[in-house]
């Protein structure tokens, strides 16, 4: 469990995260859902302690016993080397011999079907930065890049936010195949990202303004985003 207690981080004299405070249970899907500029991936960035911040992040162990946990990270735009799958896979473990059964454990679990159609499998090199994978594909190998070290968390930021329709659906219902094993946070913009979760915290301007199940937060939300679309710049910076 990550127990966020009255988080606040302030740049220069703007909060962008103002008190907020929420819970995420073992075993379930949570959507971080908010507009650009929210405040969602500066919560992202303070659990994994790539932030420093007021207030108190606590994980937990299913006993509830203070721990240190694993978690795995699914950025926007991966960082893929001019190496093969299998290099940029346990890219965590760069220099130390590779686990090649780990490694096709991990594509398995992240849908990477497109491996057995390569002719070096998982040995093909990618190319700088994934240039020869689609996009779907390139987050495919970021998913199983945060499943080697066996995270207890997978945080996906805006994973899905730069593919076409179909390669959402896909890479979501990846997302999903995954909640029997291991709990998962997706933050996100899109309400159809966070469609599935099991719990919803809608983050705005760096406060909580909506939680609950998807049925109950997301209509909220779409009304929200038609009042935006068809706001003034001025009444946009009033709400």
Request: hydrophobic letters at 40%; aromatic letters at 8%.
């Amino acid at each position: 469990m990550i127990e966020v207690s009255h988080l606040t981080k302030k740049y220069g004299g703007h909060l962008a995260v103002d008190d907020v405070s929420f819970t995420v249970e073992d075993g379930q899907i949570y959507g971080l859902l908010g507009p650009n500029g929210a405040g969602k991936s500066t919560l992202i960035r303070a659990i994994l302690g790539q932030r420093e911040y007021e207030g108190k992040i606590t994980f937990h162990e299913a006993s509830g016993k203070e721990a240190k946990l694993r978690i795995g990270y699914v950025p926007q735009s991966p960082f893929l080397l001019n190496a093969s799958i299998a290099e940029n896979v346990a890219f965590s473990h760069w220099g130390t011999t590779l686990d090649r059964e780990r490694v096709r454990q991990c594509c398995r679990m992240a849908a990477m079907d497109f491996v057995d159609e390569l002719e070096q499998n998982i040995d093909t090199v990618i190319g700088e930065r994934g240039v020869r994978l689609s996009g779907g594909q390139v987050q495919r190998v970021a998913i199983a890049r945060a499943l080697y070290n066996d995270p207890q968390f997978i945080l996906f930021d805006e994973a899905t936010s730069a593919l076409d329709g179909a390669a959402e659906q896909a890479i979501q219902h990846t997302i999903n195949s995954l909640r029997e094993h291991m709990t998962l946070v997706v933050v996100a913009h899109r309400l159809s990202t966070v469609e599935a979760c099991d719990y919803v915290y809608w983050v705005d301007k760096g406060m909580v303004r909506m939680e609950g199940n998807p049925k109950q937060v997301l209509p909220a939300y779409a009304d929200f985003l038609a009042v935006q679309n068809t706001a003034t710049p001025q009444e946009k910076s009033e709400n």
